[in-house]
């Protein structure tokens, strides 16, 4: 129990954290709101603040009482296997970034150029091979789906061809 | 009995049984399509109706929304994003199959398990309206909000690995809900400013930014991980055996309970098939000799989930076609399409348009014939969505997970809300927070805060309120029990079950 706990330890220890600070935040800016409407989110917010107290106070209290050596190795493995992997890291910021960009893009240049930018560049992140099949399937997902929404669903999406051309 | 008898003949006519197909066909594709569901289906088709003959525009309404239902499960199975919320609890059960090269059967057990609970929710709004309409009158603040804090008691409790992770996540989700105008004091609480936060945090770009955002960083992250161009499922074919009737019938302690477990909670107003999912998953798992083979992929989870998610259409439409009470977004679009066919819920509709009613009523029941017919074939074509190449699956799901938070109300913000939800979300899975109580805190939300104050209002600000009502009383006590269990759970099957899983991954990553 007490080494199934340690395991994923550290970075819980920071959710908890992160956690009371939301908790701590509303808490806070709810006294800007009318008594009657602040009750709710505060009573959540004494909520979430105890449940994250009870789990920091819950690894400390693992943290004291186990054993040295375990402590160690349990820490080392999860951070090697968190933090030295920077497939966990730098490939879902690298999607949000190029996700960001899509969302940023799509008003402004429509949704097709937008879609095969996004569509194409996620491809070629995964795997740069057969980049020349890759451009033509990119340009084909966006296209089918643009069917589907501008056709099928009706919605008022940005085209590209209606951005350049009037 | 008359109407009724003459209601089952209108639905042999060729235009009825063809617009029905469609209408299945539709709902199955946009149910399983991440971010719409059936309330955007019948939502999308009411303009498309609006000229028609209501007796045959309401049996395609009605077909949608059963083909929605179990449409939502198909992505939830085949790549582990709900369709819609309703299907959320198929993942448990419905993806750890897929992974393991179960998915065809997957597929069938879950159409045949909503083929059970749509029939069996038609018939209790065929034949108990009048009756159990009558329950819901019981309901007062306090009881909406205790049913409220137990559904998020047993939400978490099915979390798995922690369930104090899972009310903590719970209680976020109450928290984000809380995000908008006031509805009873018209104070703006936590916009900050901006006009599209006015009605809350959007439902379907939260769905999206819960589910299908994460899952496609986790989908990414696992290419580069195990090197892997595929699904997990190297020995699935999409061939696999189909679930028999020989299966289905050891299961039909699991499909009865789960059907009334989906009919009642439809009754409910504002419960619903998101709310109905997981305590049918839950009460069958707790009502299981092997309940830590839940959620490893069997198909009594599966199952469970479906039966209970697809009776909750037939028992949601109770009270709205008594009382006009809508119990979830996709029959608040119903009443909205009935109205536009001239269709006033109440009194009238079982007298004056009596034919009408019916023929919509059996027409939910018709329909779920017509789902198994088009999903037997319709869940071997979806299977095949499996073997995609990953590269090309996991842009097209960002980009219809994008686009499909934009669908709904149009705002380029939406897809924002989507955005940041999404990789906050990817790091809340990495540690374990389950996202399916953050979902049903943001339901849950303005029917328990409401629920909460208006009982404190009348009650005066007593909150023994809450411990004196016998309803409330009963609640408790089942949350109490779904504390316990799930605690129980926790600590000795799904703890060691995760654990496993854990070590399980570890070893992939170190092999890769």
């Known amino acids: ?166 | 009995m008359d109407i009724i008898f003459s209601s089952i003949i209108n639905m042999f006519q060729p235009i009825i049984l063809i617009a029905m197909i469609c209408g299945v066909s539709w709902g199955i594709f946009v149910g399983a399509l991440p971010g719409f569901g059936a309330a955007i289906g019948i939502a999308l088709l009411i303009p498309f109706t609006y000229g028609i003959n209501p007796t045959i525009a309401l049996p395609i309404l009605a077909a949608v929304y059963t083909g929605a239902y179990y449409g939502g499960g198909i992505t939830s199975i085949m790549i582990g994003v709900p369709g819609n919320s309703p299907a959320a609890a198929t993942i448990m059960d419905g993806f750890p199959m897929t992974q393991k090269g179960k998915s065809q059967k997957a597929l069938t057990t879950s159409l045949l398990a909503s083929t059970f609970g749509g029939i069996f929710g038609g018939l209790s709004l065929l034949l108990l309206a009048p009756q159990l309409v009558q329950v819901t009158l019981l309901f007062g603040p306090a009881e909406y909000f205790v049913l409220a804090v137990f559904g998020l008691t047993i939400i978490a409790s099915l979390s798995g690995a922690s369930i104090i992770k899972g009310l903590i996540s719970g209680t976020f989700g109450l928290l984000l809900s809380t995000i908008g105008i006031d509805v009873i004091t018209g104070a703006n609480r936590f916009t900050f400013g901006e006009i599209y936060l006015f009605d809350g945090i959007p439902t379907i770009p939260l769905i999206l930014g819960l589910f299908a955002f994460p899952r496609c960083l986790l989908m990414i992250r696992d290419i580069f991980l195990k090197e892997s161009l595929t699904l997990s499922l190297s020995d699935d074919k999409g061939s696999g055996e189909n679930a028999t009737l020989k299966e289905m019938f050891k299961m039909w302690k699991t499909l009865i309970r789960s059907s009334i477990i989906g009919t009642i909670i439809g009754i409910i107003p504002g419960a619903g098939a998101n709310i109905a999912c997981w305590v049918g998953y839950g009460e069958a798992r707790r009502n299981s000799k092997h309940p830590e083979k839940f959620g490893t992929g069997i198909p009594e989870g599966v199952a469970a989930a479906e039966a209970a998610n697809n009776s909750v259409a037939g028992g949601s439409m109770i009270p709205l076609l008594t009382l006009g009470i809508p119990g979830n977004a996709a029959s608040a679009v119903m009443l909205g399409a009935l109205m536009i066919h001239g269709l006033v819920p109440g009194l009238k509709l079982f007298t004056t348009y009596a034919s009408i009613t019916y023929t919509y009523m059996v027409a939910m029941i018709f329909s779920c014939f017509i789902l198994l017919a088009v999903g037997w074939y319709a869940s071997r074509f979806f299977a095949k969505l499996a073997m995609v190449n990953f590269i090309i699956l996991a842009p097209t799901i960002i980009l219809v997970t994008l686009m499909g938070s934009f669908s709904n109300r149009q705002y380029v913000f939406d897809m924002w809300v989507t955005l940041l939800l999404g990789i906050f979300c990817y790091w809340l899975t990495l540690l374990k927070y389950p996202m399916p109580p953050i979902l049903l805190g943001v339901i849950l939300g303005p029917i328990s805060e409401k629920g909460l104050r208006r009982a404190l209002m009348i009650s005066r600000g007593d909150w023994t309120v809450f411990l004196t009502r016998p309803i409330c009383i009963i609640l408790l006590v089942l949350s109490a029990i779904s504390v316990y269990y799930g605690i129980k759970i926790s600590k000795s099957n799904i703890g060691k079950g995760i654990q496993k899983e854990e070590k399980l991954k570890l070893k992939e990553i170190k092999g890769s």
């Open chain 1, 1 to 166: 129990m007490i080494k199934k706990k340690s395991n994923a330890s550290e970075m819980n220890l920071l959710s908890h954290f992160a956690f009371c600070v939301i908790a701590i935040f509303i808490y806070i800016i709810s006294f800007n709101i009318t008594p009657a409407s602040s009750m709710f989110p505060r009573l959540l917010s004494i909520v979430i603040f105890s449940l994250n107290a009870f789990l920091i106070g819950q690894y400390f209290y693992y943290f004291f009482t186990e054993n040295e050596k375990e402590v160690t190795q349990n820490r080392k493995k999860y951070w090697e296997n968190i933090f030295n992997l920077k497939k966990y890291t730098v490939i879902p910021i690298l999607i949000f970034i190029i996700c960001y960009l899509f969302v940023y893009a799509y008003p402004r240049i429509g949704f097709e150029l937008s879609g095969f930018l996004l569509v194409f560049s996620i491809m070629i992140l995964i795997n740069r091979k057969e980049a020349i099949k890759k451009f033509y399937i990119a340009i084909l997902i966006p296209s089918f789906f643009l069917l589907i929404f501008k056709v099928g669903l009706n919605l008022a999406i940005p085209l590209t061809i209606e951005i350049f051309f009037k």
